[in-house]
Nanobody, 123 residues
């Protein structure tokens, strides 16, 4: 089993930055892709970004391209999400996810989830 623990959420003004971290433990050798999803109140959980095991492949939701950057440190079993130029519409609970296969957008196909961290962007 794999455990994922997120950190780094908080309250920030529009235009500001936050960095989220997600540390994996347990049977982390089975992890391939890692990603970030978010869920705003009253909305479905949505794909934000994901990264392959090697880090050579990354994918982003169109609304965050150029503002968010995903990276991972396999030696530390940690994935990061650097969020710049934050907007009020980025407000959501952000979830770290991992899966044994490659990157997919469908939330139902991810094997492991963190507990979520709140990101609030004020206008």
């Amino acid at each position: 089993q794999v455990q994922l623990v997120e950190s780094g959420g908080g309250l920030v003004q529009a235009g500001g930055s936050l960095r989220l971290s997600c540390a994996a433990s347990g049977s982390d050798f089975s992890i391939n892709a890692m990603g970030w999803f978010r869920q705003a109140p009253g909305k479905d959980r949505e794909f934000v970004t994901a990264i392959s095991r090697s880090g050579s492949n990354t994918y982003y939701q169109d609304s965050v391209k150029g503002r968010f950057t995903i990276s991972r440190d396999n030696a530390k079993n940690t994935v990061y999400l650097q969020m710049n130029s934050l907007k009020p519409e980025d407000t959501a609970v952000y979830y770290c996810a991992a899966r044994n296969g490659g990157i997919v957008y469908d939330t139902r196909l991810w094997n492991y989830w963190g507990q979520g961290t709140q990101v609030t962007v004020s206008s």
